[in-house]
C-alpha cells in the first residue's frame, strides 16, 4: 500500500468514527453543548488509562464517574448504588437482610445507636444504646450519605463489619461484628389498658401493610376503643406499604400526591367511609419520609393528633434505576405532597401538641410495656381517654 492508499484510509476511518459519533449523539438528543461534555468525559476517561502512572481497572473509572454525577446534585437521597449496595437495598426492602442487629438514629452529622435487637450480633459484642457510630471499615461517618450508612453496615451473611464506637466515658473503640440473617417484624402492638391500643410501626418494608393490618384486628379483638400510633424513630421505606395502612386510617379522598418536576402527578386516594377509632401519632426527629406521608395525612385531614417533637423533614421520592452490571442508581424523582398541598421536604410536619422527651428514645425488637411510660405517650393517652369520654372521633 503506497502513502497516498494509506492517508485515503487513515482519512476514511476518521470521518466513519465521526459519523458514528454524530449518529450516537443524535440518538442521545445531545445538542452541541451535551456532545463536547460527553467527548470531554471520554477524553478524559482514556487520558487515566494511558497516562495513569499505575493500570486502572475501565469499570473503577465508570464506576466513579456515575458516583461522581449522582453527588454533583447535592441530595443527600440520591445516590450510586455499586453492585453489594443495590443487592443489599433490594434484599432490605424484603425486610430480609445480613445486618448486625441495631437501630439508628441521627443527629446533625452523628450517627448513634437507638437499641440493639436482643439476641443479636450487636449485642453479642456488647454495642449498647447510645453508642456513637464513628466509622464504617475505617470509612468516617463524615463521608458517607446518611442513606448509606445502613447498607454500608449491612452485607453478606457470615461476614464482618468493623465499626468505630465512642461511647461516654470510654476511649473508643472497633467492634468486629458477624452480620447474621436478620428478620424484622417491623409492627408491634399492645393494649396499654383495656380501652387505648399501642401499634409501633419501625419502618415500611413490603410486608408492613399486612403486619399492621393483623396487629389492627388483634387489638380490635382486645376491646380497643381508641389508639396511639408510634411512628417515632421510623426513618420510611416502601412508600406502597405506607399507602396501605393510610387506606385503613385515612378519610376518603387524597392521601399524598407525588408531583414530578413535569408537573405531572399522581395521587394515592382512600375510599374510607367511617373512621372507627380517635388516633394520636407520635412523632420525633427521627421519623422521616413514609412515616410523615402518613402522619401529614392524616393531620390534613383531622383524622389524628400528631403528639412530640418536629419530624425529619424528607419530602422527596426516591426510585431504584438498575443500570446494566447489577449497579444502579437510587435517584430523586418528585416530591410529594400532603392532602391540603404542603410540601414539607425540609421542614417536617409540626407536632399538634408538642412533648420533648426526658431522655433519649431507645427502640428495641419487642415492646416492652416498661418503655411505654414516657411523657410522649402518657400525652397521648390523656388525648384519648378524654376522646373516648366523650365519644369524640376527629373525623365523621
Known sequence: MNIKTLLIAVVMAVIMSFGVLVGLFAALNLDAKGAANITRLVGAMHFIESQYVQEVE??????????????SLGDPHSI??????????KADTMGIF??????????????FVLGVIPGGPGEKV???????????????????????????????????????????????????IIREVIKVKT?????????????????????????????????????????????????????TSCVEIAQELVPAGPIVS?????GSKEVYMSELKN???????????????????????????????????????????????????????KLTIAKYYTPNGRSIDGTGIIPDVEVELDKPLTMTRDINLDSLDDPQILTAEDILNKQIDEGKILFE
Open 275 to 329: 373512621a372507627k377509632y380517635p388516633i394520636v401519632v407520635l412523632l420525633d426527629q427521627n421519623s422521616a419520609s413514609a412515616s410523615e406521608l402518613l402522619s401529614g395525612a392524616l393531620q390534613d385531614t383531622k383524622a389524628a393528633l400528631i403528639v412530640g417533637t418536629k419530624s425529619y423533614g424528607k419530602g422527596s421520592v426516591q426510585t431504584v434505576i438498575p443500570m446494566f452490571q447489577d449497579d444502579g442508581i
Open 258 to 262: 407525588v408531583i414530578r418536576r413535569d
Open 98 to 111: 445480613g445486618g448486625i442487629g441495631i437501630y439508628m438514629g441521627f443527629k446533625g452529622d452523628s450517627v
Open 187 to 239: 409492627v408491634d402492638g399492645t393494649m396499654i389498658d383495656g380501652r387505648i391500643g399501642y401499634i409501633r410501626i419501625t419502618n415500611f418494608s413490603e410486608n408492613t401493610g399486612q403486619e399492621f393490618k393483623d396487629v389492627f384486628v388483634n387489638l380490635e379483638t382486645d376491646g380497643m376503643r381508641g389508639f396511639i400510633l408510634d411512628l417515632r424513630q421510623n426513618p420510611g421505606g416502601v412508600i
Open 80 to 89: 450510586y448504588l455499586e453492585p453489594r449496595l443495590y443487592s443489599q437495598l
Open 126 to 176: 456488647g454495642l449498647k444504646a447510645d453508642d456513637v457510630i464513628l466509622a464504617v471499615n475505617s470509612q468516617p461517618i463524615s463521608e458517607i450519605e446518611p442513606s448509606e450508612v445502613a447498607l454500608k453496615i449491612r452485607g453478606e451473611i457470615g461476614t464482618a463489619v468493623d465499626l468505630l464506637i465512642r461511647r461516654e466515658g470510654e476511649e473508643d473503640k472497633t467492634y468486629s
Open 58 to 71: 475501565e469499570d473503577k473509572l465508570i464506576d466513579g464517574a456515575i458516583s461522581g454525577m449522582v453527588r
